[in-house]
């Protein structure tokens, strides 16, 4: 400040006018100092005006662009206004010894003086708590006492100061650089900061403060006065405003309390081993007769406060005496506040009115404590006995001793009539002088302490005294296990079950409770989740749109409560549609836990963390490193070592350490960057792009994850709009060219050929943003263009390449015969070298692929707005999800593809999609979709879906009985006339392809859903199906794609009972097989053909070779990574197993299987599981895999799911087989009811394996049901329920033509009857249970099957 004389403004002028010549026009610098030299002594006096967290990100070289933040503060101005009288050098010394004053006070609490504002009147100081990397705990309790301490300094002097009023507000501002490139000036800007000034104006002479101050500051209330509301300019709803009157102790005892209640409904997780403690220093103390303490120690929400409270009901339980506390940061300030709190509740004066106090202590003290030593407690407990004597001669030191001496005998005397537990909550908060007097109390009596602390706060010296007593105990709690998180967000949200990517948001709990607790709150708060009735029978859904329910009822067993009460009604939830979890913002309890934590980080990790937040969960070191300019490999792997060792980051699997030295693998973006250099060179052939592929492939070593997911999504958050926005485009360009199938498949997309199928659409786009170098194409779709263009192994398959020299003489020995293939098979399987064997190579990577490129991609996409990208990419994660058996995440990726293309119209021709997307995709989406639905049971709207993209493909599927016909007559005999040669041009050739290969799979699903009807109609739908399936793959012109197209036509007549046709294909396949070792898709296919032909043998009782196939097939497909396709071969194997009475082999089998199952949760995967730990149970001589009451649970919760109610084949079986067990039990009317059941679902069943099984059970319970007919056992039996027995027997005989393997069975089963009607007497003696009938007698005559039975 400097005194200025009267202004003169012609001097003014004229000065203007002689400073025009200089000035500057240039746009690049208008001040002339930014262009002068450095001068380290200038530097150094500037960088005093600069905050030091800021300068130090500036001396780090961090851009502008990165200091900028989005965050939640508290803001504190300080308003001084002085008398007109006072001097200007006098103002100048006021202000400046304000100005230190405050920087020094605040600094303490962690804030940072930002402005000084210069008015007529005074001066204004501007002052920030949590500013990046000064973010602390209790912000607002520090602001709130700094505030007052500042209001008191500057009222010392009210002759040098007029006027001192504060205000104070919290929320999110904008923190970072504003103002032009010439006159950046960083600071804070948004509606708290005009709060605070308005405040300022409407409550003069006073610290104020608004609502969300006083509630996160936690003090008392007595330290707050509420002010009256006041009009504020500019301001609609300041909410409510307060006085902070400054800490006032309260005359008051705290109270008997503790944080938590314990609910009876919610039991208390793995935290028996803590019990455990407590319970052991319980007998000591009893026994022992010597005091004990148990201190649990954990981070704030690990749940100290519930295990109290579980110990206080256990305690008060066993009929001990409790005395809770509950403590707070204000109590440490108070001598002896503790025990006085301790000491009131024990006497009950702490609840009783003032005026009783007196009297209720004099009651407890009588006979213990003489009466003329009553008024030592006068100032203590707040009563008012009258000074004796004796006491008014004692010193205030003698005092204290008598005192402490009277409540040990006190105690003493009360634990001798019943044992004593003191339950501390917050004891970290105790007092010195209670921890001494406490410390004296373990060593003198018989007394249990159980406390809880926060390893955070530094202890005083008596308190690590007292931890360090051979009588105390240290008890560290942990984190809780993710499945037991998992289970407490059940019990919050009142479900049994909750969805996938529900369980991946609960991920930034890490462990917590309390974090666990406030996220599934504000969820609910947010009304983000529907609820649905878990055991409400489903109906047929005809809209995509309703199948969220229903999905989730078909995964997610593991998380059922066993315990649960019958009849209870259990609910499932899922997440909105309209709700994206990714981006749903943190509840501010918890953001300002993590911003905290991510501030506690140096500069340089704060940086790291924030791009590593801005890929996703799961990031890779090359595209964090793009996203971090200026830094090389060196210091990124520094700084990343020093994260990994604090446990903020962490390696996917344990084991995996970090790169000693860089690895020179070139970025995605640098060959982004080089793309039009380098495409003619990249046009020249396959092996250079193959190359590419390698380069850009993902080493596991260089993949990282966030140790504390909490902390990626506050620093997700910091980031301004722009900035968020602009990094999730480098991050889409990085990883686009890294979106396709892994190494090992080589590469191609997830939808086969969907790149070529959609670029002609892509070309004719408008400009973007997105690749500034080019003039067209959306974001993303112009890189997709460029890159997809590009030559790929995927199409070396179809017509132009011939096959290599290897191929051609392997396939010159055409596999003509099953021995021929079977031995080929064996020899590939017995190979070692990596160069001819293709299960020594490297196993299939596509999972990483879909979560650390595809999933993340179509995020970012999302976020930037590009959502013609975004529905590619979810297609292809869709496509992925199905390829790897998890149709609940396909489910969830098409669920967003479809909120992207909007509601559909009840109008045809007013159907308009927000995203414009080509005829192929829509096909595409509705193949995945229909897909899906199969999988979820939906099987009317399956099979719409996919006729509509078939439709969408050019390739009618008629609706009536007259059009099969037609069509069957041109599939027949006009369709191989019309095949034609391919075309010439290459990208013609694959888009045909990528339409016939989306035909081949709506043909398979076509057939596969009217298979499931056992209906006249339906079998001529379904035959024509396979028809027009066998004749596109003939013309796709793929060996492996014909495999496996024959193998399904073999399936599909075996389950018809057309033994001639079944055979035939199988034998077709075989023929076909030469070529398929050369690719993953072929082995694909040679691994249908081994399970193909392990069912086969088993259908026809060739039990031994069924084994043999069956582990080979496995083997196979586990290389594969093929779940789906295992689980098959492994029901095929069980029952192999399991006719051939290899028990110990079929418990086997369950193992593997159950360790299958239990990572999808599949629903009808189950189904079959239990129905063979069902048949274990019954014939399996006692083999107990499976406990009987966890199978009938499964059926009783799920047997309403669409999933199984449309496959009738396992349901028959399941049903006919807990007949049979509960006719063991003789328990006759639940084996009626699932008898009455499986005879519903008779009917509906095929010859397939699992018909026939399903079959075989049903007719033994009515074999069963003839047996005891004489007994009199059953009330309401038909009069012709023997002439429908041999009805159903006479049925299955001309049904189940192609599974021989249980013939000689039913007629055992059929003789039984037949000896029945001749009167013979076939009841069992009372040794023999009545289900072992039949199936006993069968065994024990020998072999059930010879293996020449065909």
């Not at 004719?764 to 460029?786: A, H, M, N, W």
Request: aromatic fraction near 10%; proline fraction near 4%.
């Amino acid at each position: 400040m400097r005194i200025i004389d009267p202004f003169d403004f012609d001097e003014h002028f004229d000065k203007c006018l002689d400073y025009l010549p200089h000035y500057r026009t240039s746009a690049e610098t208008l001040r002339t100092a930014l262009e002068l030299d450095p001068h380290s002594d200038l530097d150094q006096k500037l960088r005093k005006h600069i905050m030091k967290n800021l300068l130090k990100k500036i001396d780090e070289g961090q851009p502008v662009e990165y200091v900028s933040e989005f965050r939640t503060v508290t803001l504190v101005l300080v308003s001084l206004e002085f008398h007109k009288t006072a001097w200007m050098l006098h103002l100048c010394h006021l202000i400046q010894e304000s100005a230190l004053y405050i920087s020094t006070v605040i600094e303490k609490g962690g804030g940072q003086l930002s402005r000084i504002f210069m008015f007529e009147k005074g001066c204004m100081f501007l002052c920030v708590f949590g500013l990046p990397g000064d973010k602390k705990p209790d912000e607002c309790a520090h602001a709130l006492e700094s505030s007052f301490s500042i209001f008191s300094f500057c009222w010392e002097n009210p002759a040098k100061t007029k006027l001192v009023s504060i205000s104070i507000t919290n929320g999110p501002v904008f923190c970072g650089v504003v103002g032009a490139v010439a006159r950046h000036e960083y600071t804070v800007i948004g509606p708290k900061v005009s709060l605070a000034a308005r405040m300022i104006t409407a409550y003069p002479g006073l610290v104020s403060c608004d609502e969300i101050t006083y509630l996160r500051s936690m003090l008392p209330a007595y330290n707050f006065k509420k002010l009256p509301e006041k009009m504020m300019k500019n301001i609609s709803n300041p909410g409510k405003i307060y006085e902070y009157l400054g800490h006032r102790r309260c005359i008051m005892f705290g109270k008997r309390h503790l944080a938590r209640k314990r609910n009876k409904n919610r039991p208390l997780l793995d935290r028996e081993k803590e019990l455990e403690a407590f319970q052991m220093a319980q007998q000591r103390c009893l026994h022992q007769k010597k005091g004990q303490a148990v201190l649990y120690e954990g981070g704030k929400g690990y749940g100290k406060s519930q295990l109290l409270a579980e110990i206080n009901f256990l305690t008060q339980k066993e009929g001990h005496r409790v005395l809770p506390l509950m403590l707070k940061e204000a109590d440490s300030k108070q001598c002896f506040y503790a025990i006085q709190t301790l000491m009131a509740i024990f006497f009950e004066i702490d609840t009783c009115p003032a005026y009783y106090r007196q009297e209720c202590l004099q009651r407890h003290l009588r006979g213990i404590v003489e009466e003329q030593l009553h008024c030592l407690f006068n100032d203590l407990l707040f009563v008012k006995f009258p000074l004796s004597f004796k006491v008014s001669h004692m010193d205030d030191v003698a005092r204290q001793k008598k005192v402490k001496a009277c409540f040990i005998k006190v105690l003493q005397e009360a634990a001798r009539e019943t044992p004593l537990i003191f339950l501390i909550d917050e004891a970290q908060y105790m007092d010195a002088a209670s921890w001494e007097f406490l410390e004296t109390l373990l060593s003198s009596m018989p007394i249990i302490m159980v406390m809880t602390l926060t390893p955070i706060f530094t202890l005083c010296g008596w308190a690590q005294h007292f931890l360090q007593s051979p009588q105390a105990i240290l008890m560290p709690i942990t984190k809780l296990a993710t499945t037991s998180l998992l289970r407490m967000a059940c019990w919050e949200l009142g479900v049994v079950s909750i969805p996938q990517e529900l369980q991946i948001y609960l991920h930034r709990c890490f462990g917590n409770p309390l974090y666990c607790e406030v996220l599934c709150q504000d969820l609910l708060s947010k009304d983000m989740l529907l609820f649905h009735d878990l055991q409400k029978e489903e109906e047929e859904n005809s809209k995509w749109e309703t199948l969220s329910a229903n999905a989730m009822k078909s995964i997610m067993y593991s998380m059922f409560p066993a315990n649960s009460e019958e009849g209870q009604e259990l609910y499932v939830c899922t997440v909105k549609d309209d709700v994206n979890l990714d981006t749903v913002l943190l509840p501010p309890f918890l953001k300002e836990i993590a911003v905290s934590q991510l501030d506690q980080l140096s500069p340089e990790e704060q940086l790291l963390v924030k791009c590593a937040a801005i890929i996703g969960h799961s990031f890779h070191i090359d595209l964090l490193q793009h996203l971090l300019p200026g830094w090389d490999k060196n210091k990124l792997l520094q700084v990343l070592r020093a994260l990994v060792d604090i446990h903020v980051l962490c390696w996917p699997d344990k084991s995996q350490e970090l790169p000693a030295e860089p690895i020179l693998v070139p970025s995605s973006i640098d060959i982004i960057d080089e793309t039009k250099e380098k495409k003619t060179k990249l046009d020249g052939g396959s092996a250079s792009l193959l190359r590419l592929k390698e380069e850009l492939s993902l080493p596991q070593t260089e993949v990282l994850e966030f140790g504390v997911p909490l902390l990626r999504a506050a620093a997700w958050e910091l980031w301004p709009k722009e900035q968020q926005i602009a990094l999730h485009l480098e991050c889409a360009c990085f990883l686009q060219v890294l979106a396709c199938r892994c190494g090992s498949c080589h590469g191609g997309d997830f939808v086969p050929f969907h790149r070529f199928a959609v670029c002609s659409t892509k070309n004719s786009k408008g400009t973007s943003r997105f690749c500034p170098y080019r003039d067209t194409g959306s974001v993303l779709t112009q890189v997709i263009t460029e890159k997809l263009q590009l030559p790929s192994p995927q199409d070396s398959f179809p017509f132009q390449m011939k096959p290599s020299r290897t191929q051609e003489a392997f396939s010159s020995e055409c596999c003509r015969t099953e021995e021929e293939f079977l031995d080929q098979v064996k020899r590939k399987l017995a190979q070692t070298s990596p160069e001819k064997d293709l299960l020594t190579t490297k196993p299939c990577h596509c999972k990483d692929i879909l979560k650390l490129v595809l999933s993340p991609l179509t995020q970012h996409c999302l976020v930037i707005g590009e959502t013609t990208c975004a529905f590619y990419y979810l297609l292809e994660a869709a496509a992925a999800s199905l390829d790897l058996s998890d149709n609940y995440m396909a489910f969830f990726y098409l669920r967003k593809a479809s909120s992207l293309l909007g509601q559909p119209s009840a109008f045809s021709f007013l159907k308009k999609h927000k995203v414009k997307i080509c005829q192929f995709e829509e096909a595409t989406f509705c193949r995945l979709l229909s897909e899906v639905c199969f999988n979820m049971g939906h099987i009317t709207l399956a099979k719409k879906l996919a006729r509509k993209a078939l439709r969408l493909l050019k390739r009618n599927f008629p609706w009536t009985w007259f059009g099969v016909l037609f069509q069957t007559f041109l599939e027949k005999y006009w369709h191989p006339c019309t095949l034609s040669q391919p075309p010439n041009n290459p990208s013609e050739n694959k888009k045909n392809l990528a339409v016939l290969q989306q035909q081949l799979h709506c043909l398979s699903l076509l057939w596969q859903l009217y298979n499931l009807e056992a209906t006249a109609s339906s079998y001529r739908f379904a035959c024509l199906a396979t028809l027009m399936q066998k004749n596109s793959a003939e013309e796709f012109a793929n060996e492996a794609q014909v495999v496996s197209t024959y193998v399904e036509l073999s399936q599909f007549s075996q389950s018809m009972g057309i033994k001639d046709k079944w055979l035939h294909c199988e034998q077709m396949a075989i023929q076909k097989s030469s070529l398929c070792w050369f690719s993953r898709e072929g082995l694909l296919a040679t691994a249908q053909l081994m399970q193909a032909l392990a069912y086969t043998k088993l259908c026809l009782g060739h039990l031994d070779f069924s084994i043999k196939l069956g582990f080979q097939a496995r083997e196979i497909c586990r290389h594969l990574k093929k779940p789906a396709l295992e689980n098959l071969v492994l029901s095929v194997l069980f029952r192999s197993a399991f006719l051939k009475k290899k028990f110990g082999l079929c418990v086997h089998v369950l193992e593997s299987q159950w360790a299958l199952i239990s990572q999808g949760y599949d629903v009808l995967g189950l189904a079959c599981f239990y129905s063979a730990c069902l048949d274990l149970l019954l014939y399996g001589k006692g083999l107990l895999f499976r406990p009987f009451s966890e199978c009938l649970r499964f059926v009783q919760i799920y047997e309403h799911s669409r999933v199984l109610t449309s496959q009738s084949n396992v349901m028959l079986g399941v049903h006919s087989s807990l007949a049979m067990w509960f006719a063991q039990e003789s328990q006759w009317g639940l084996f009626e009811h699932y008898f009455s059941k499986a005879c519903q679902l008779v009917k509906r069943t095929n010859a397939s394996l699992f018909g026939a099984h399903g079959f075989v059970r049903f007719l033994e319970c009515h074999v069963l049901m003839l047996q005891k007919i004489p007994e009199g056992i059953f009330m309401h039996i038909p009069l012709e329920l023997r002439s429908q027995t041999l009805e159903y027997f006479k049925e299955f005989f001309s049904r189940c033509v192609t599974c021989p393997v249980y013939h000689q069975w039913v007629s055992e089963l059929k003789a039984s009857v037949m000896r029945c009607e001749k009167r013979e007497f076939m009841s069992l003696t009372n040794s023999i249970r009545p289900f072992d009938t039949c199936l006993t007698r069968i065994w024990i005559k020998g072999e059930f099957l010879q293996e020449n039975n065909s």
